[in-house]
């Protein structure tokens, strides 16, 4: 009751502002110049040229110092002066941007709007050096898994690739893969690679450093060679060649990223040789450049009983083996980016590898940009069971695309924004994250409008404290209770992954590419037998985890269904048998997502109309989509379970049949208009 009245007299004192049209595409940078500064180059040149375009204090000086991390800083209040003191360059850049954030998200009450000075002792090391997006841009502008229009880099406007820059620098990021994955060889030919270097010279003031995704059977493919057998010399001389032609036009080039022997990708396998005879190879070749191989271990093979074990099985018995400039990239589960999934066992397991994750910033499996889910606790839930220190940096797959507003949805912007902050610092909470951004992406214009500090600092306030903090961070949990509550998991449509199918399995598809594969629906019961005397997938982690796992009655119930073929009639904490709790799960997980859309409502007075009437618009999608996932679930689940609708709960609207037969008409490169039109 005290939050409602606090909220409403916050509400009050902020006053009814006027709003205007805004498009999203300043991101979270959303600070007026008040100078145009000459020009100036490199990293130092940027940092320089940010502050004097932005920063409405006192003086500000940058000094290098010896002894510090290249990107680490210290911002403090010295002698009337602001000094900002760095290791190298890019600690001085990311400095600065800190510096204005607290300028204009007015976070510091040091720092009011407009102050000179104020009383700052601020040191700051980035947890990770390497800090990188990924990037699944095909050569012809679509987007892999893409949900926010064409591919940024087809063709990149300057102002376009100077804020792409911006934003990332101004998060932390430091590195970016500039394709897809499933990379063609010709993201190396002469062409590209010139393409490639343009936009290198474009990000390199901004302490970002470009990268490529390779195709292992290039020196076929584009070379002209009868075999890209790692260990064939003429095939090493091909890629040394290459390499050298790379850093001739990129001097500051990161690396590759490789997607090998996976998903009909070429690899070394497909010459008997291992996923490290393959890394090692290219990163001998990358190594006098002080470049970087990271090597993906993303793999599964359709004949196994369960693809949550392959990775560990093709990997651990190379633990060890590889080059020290490479690192294994693990996608944060064993699986395929779910809404819920454990940690990829792999990371507890591996002991002599250098390891990094990789989230997917983009939402395949989310609502693409339908949805309001924001990832930060997803992520940090991640980081609950694996030590941060265990690993050598983050990787995220961009959702970024050429549409206004960058992202596709507004709320988007925010995993971008989450995924650079906890790669700067993975200990930074859900909700620090989420009221950062917030602050700094609504309400700036009007709050630096306002003469009156304290009404200023109470508008912002009113924005942090809003009720839309709680549903940013309920927003991921909601969406795993309307789409696949308890364990369940890749019960999405082929192809596109938006919406449900769980009964999707035309013949002559893989079983793995299906979702029975995955939840085994009978008349017993539901989910993937992953225990000691089923797919034995448990074994993968630390003992403590795998009894607790193995046991129906000790594993959480939030992975009940990814461990276990639950009995419908199994007894829940809660009292109810598993069917029950299940259908209230997906219920639940719908009132939530309506209820979203009454808490926009509340958020009007702070945000402009523009934004306002997007934001709900899509609201109203994911609430209509969450009653088709709670219908098309329920009743499928029903033919097996048998059992009614539990009578304390609203029931089922839509047809199953109808919901069997509806097709949303798009492949893997575009985001639905809705999803359930029926
Ligand atoms: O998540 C799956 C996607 C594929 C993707 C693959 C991968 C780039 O469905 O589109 O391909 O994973 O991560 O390699």
Redesign the pocket.
Known sequence: MKRIILWTLLLLTAGWVGTYAEDGSRLWLRMDAVSTPAKVTGVKGTALTELQTYWQGGPVVLKRQKGLKADAYTIKSQGGKIVITAGGDAGLLYGAYHLLRLQQSGQATSVPVGSAVGNLDITETPFYDLRILNH?DNPNGTV??GFAGKSIFLNPTPERMKMYARANASIGINGTVLN???AKPEALSTESLQKAKGIADQLRPYGIRVYLAINFASPMRLGGLKTADPLDAEVVKWWRDKVNEIYRLIPDFGGFLV?AN??GEPGPQDFQRSHADGANMLADVLKPHNGIVMWRA?VYAPQSPDRANQAYLEFMPLDGQFRDNVIIQIKNGPV??QPREPYSPLFTAMQKTPMMVEFQITQ?YLGAANHLVYLAPMWREFFSFVKPASLRAMAGVANIGDDTNWCGHHFAQSNWYAFGRLAWNPNLTSEEIAKEWLSMTFGQDERLKMKDESAAANYQLSIINSPLVKLMLDSREACVSYMMPLGIHHIFAGTH?YGPEPWYAPRGVRADWTPPYYHKADSIGLGFDRTLSGSANVKQYPDELCRLYNDINTCPENLLAWFHHVPWDHKMKSGRTFWDELCHKYDDGLRQARHFLAVWDTMQPYVDQQRFEEVQRKLRIQARDAEWWRDACLLYFQTFSKRPIPQDMDHPVHNLDEMMKFRIPIG?YENPECGYTK
């Open positions: 699944w892999e898994r897809n994955v499933n997607k996976s998903e993303f395929d980016f395949e992954h893997m």
